[in-house]
C-alpha cells in the first residue's frame, strides 16, 4: 500500500507538472557550458541545471523544458560562435528563442537580492525578463551567407586592429633612432613599409645615398611614381641627423621585422577584402544595397550582417535609423519639455555603417554633397550635417529595400494607368 501511496503521488505531481501551460527557460551562454533555468508564469523556478555545449545534452534539456510545460519560450543572451549550436539545436526543434542583450541582463540583475555573480544567477535573470517583456527580437535561423560574411568581417575587424596597432608601434620605434624619417612618410601606405624593411637608419641610408634608396624601392615593388621623391626625402631626413641615437642596431632590427610583418598583414585585409565583395554580392540583396551611394561592399556586408539584409524587424525606416541610434530621444521633465539627446541603446556598428556611407558619399557628389550642403547651409556642424545624411541613407534605403530596385539620382515617376 505504502509503495502504490508512492505511486499515485508521483503520478499525479507529474500530471499537475504537464498541466501547466507555460514555462521560460533563460539560458547563461557559455563556450564549454550553458546554464538553464526555467520559471512559471507566477516567477517560481521550475529546475536550474548546468548544460553542456553538446548537441545530446542540449536535445536533453529541450526534451526536459517540453515535459515541464505545455508550452516552452527560450531566451538567450548571446548570439555569437558560442552559442551556434544551442541556437541551431533550439530552432531545428521548433522552439521559440528571444535575446536578451547582456546589458539587459546586467541591469536586471540588480533587482534581485544579494551582489553574488553566477551562471545561475544570470540565467534566472534571463528567464525573469523574457517573462516580462514581450518586446525582445526573435531569433531566427540564419543563412549560410550571412554567417559567412559575419566570421569574414569579424576577422577583417581583427586584422585592421592589428593594422593600427602595429602602425603605431612602429612609428613609436623609428621616432627612437630616426625622428626625421618618422616625421617625412605616411607609414599607413605599402612604398614607405617597403623603405623600411631594408633602411631604417640615417647612416644606412647615407650609405647607399639617394641613387641605392631609389634602387632598392623599385626592386621591391614600391610604387614607381613616387620613389625618386621617396628617395630624395630619405636622403635629406638622413643627411639632417648625425648624432646616432641609444638602442640604434636592435630597434633598426625591430623596425625591420615590423614593417615587413605590416607588408604581410597588408596583403591579409586585401586578399580578406576580395573574399568579402565576391560573397557580398552573391547575396540577393547586393546589388540594391551596393547602388546606393557611399554603400560599398564592405560596408553593404556589414549591413547585411546586423540586419540579414532585409526588412524583417523594421517595419519602417523610422524603426532601421532607431536601430541606428540616428533618431534623438527625448529627453523630458517637469515643464521642460522638447529636450532631445543621442540615444544611449542603439546597435554601434549599424550607426557606423551609415556614417561611414555618407561620408564616402558627400566624396563622391551628387544628390548626398547637395543634402549635406544644404544642411551645412543651415548652420549645422560637419558631424551634424553627417549624421542629418546618415539618416537620410536610411530612408533612402528602406524604400529601395521595400520595392527592390536600385537607387537612381531621381526618383522614379509613378505609372499612371492608361486611358
Request: aromatic share 6%.
Amino acid at each position: 500500500m505504502a509503495g502504490l501511496s508512492t505511486g499515485l503521488t508521483c503520478d499525479n505531481r507529474r500530471t499537475s507538472v504537464t498541466d501547466r501551460p507555460l514555462v521560460w527557460v533563460g539560458i547563461d551562454v557559455g563556450k564549454a557550458h550553458h546554464h538553464a533555468c526555467a520559471m512559471d508564469p507566477a516567477g517560481k523556478v521550475v529546475f536550474s541545471r548546468k548544460v553542456a555545449n553538446d548537441q545530446a545534452a542540449i536535445e536533453q534539456l529541450v526534451a526536459r523544458a517540453r515535459g515541464a510545460a505545455l508550452e516552452v519560450r527560450w531566451a538567450i543572451d548571446l548570439t555569437s560562435n558560442a552559442a551556434a549550436l544551442l541556437t541551431a539545436v533550439l530552432i531545428a526543434s521548433g522552439q521559440q528563442v528571444v535575446y536578451v542583450p547582456g546589458r539587459v541582463v546586467n541591469r536586471m540583475s540588480g533587482v534581485f537580492r544579494g551582489e553574488t555573480k553566477s551562471d545561475a544567477k544570470d540565467a534566472r535573470v534571463i528567464a525573469e525578463t523574457a517573462r516580462m517583456r514581450t518586446d525582445l527580437t526573435p531569433v531566427t535561423a540564419t543563412d549560410d551567407l550571412v554567417v559567412e560574411l559575419a566570421r569574414l568581417t569579424a576577422h577583417r575587424e581583427d586584422l585592421m586592429a592589428d593594422w593600427v596597432r602595429g602602425v603605431n608601434r612602429l612609428r613609436e620605434l623609428l621616432t627612437g633612432i630616426f625622428p626625421a624619417l618618422e616625421r617625412a612618410f605616411d607609414y599607413s601606405t605599402r612604398s614607405s613599409l617597403v623603405l623600411l624593411t631594408g633602411l631604417q637608419t640615417p647612416e644606412a641610408i647615407r650609405a647607399v645615398g639617394q641613387d641605392g634608396v631609389a634602387v632598392y624601392l623599385r626592386e621591391h615593388g614600391a610604387w614607381p611614381k613616387a620613389i625618386p621623391d621617396m628617395a630624395a626625402t630619405a636622403l635629406a631626413a638622413a643627411q639632417a641627423q648625425t648624432v646616432r641615437l641609444p638602442g640604434e642596431t636592435t630597434t633598426a632590427v625591430l623596425i625591420a621585422r615590423l614593417a615587413q610583418q605590416l607588408l604581410d598583414l597588408d596583403r591579409q585585409i586585401k586578399d580578406t577584402d576580395k573574399l568579402i565583395s565576391a560573397r557580398f554580392r552573391a547575396h540577393p540583396q547586393a546589388q540594391i544595397i551596393e547602388s546606393l551611394p557611399g554603400l560599398g561592399p564592405i560596408l553593404g556586408a556589414e549591413f547585411i550582417v546586423i540586419t540579414g539584409g532585409s526588412l524583417t524587424g523594421f517595419a519602417t525606416p523610422g524603426r532601421l535609423a532607431s536601430y541606428a541610434g540616428l533618431v534623438p530621444v527625448a529627453q523630458d521633465s517637469g515643464r521642460v519639455t522638447g529636450n532631445l539627446r543621442r540615444p544611449k541603446r542603439y546597435n554601434r556598428r549599424l550607426r557606423r555603417v551609415f556614417y561611414m556611407a555618407a561620408l564616402s558619399s558627400i566624396r563622391a557628389g551628387g544628390p548626398s554633397r547637395a543634402f549635406y550642403d544644404r544642411k551645412r547651409g543651415e548652420r549645422l556642424i560637419h558631424t551634424q550635417a553627417l549624421l542629418a545624411l546618415a539618416r537620410r541613407l536610411v530612408d533612402v534605403l528602406w524604400a529601395l529595400l521595400r520595392d527592390g530596385r536600385t537607387f537612381t539620382p531621381t526618383a522614379p515617376q509613378p505609372t499612371t494607368a492608361a486611358a
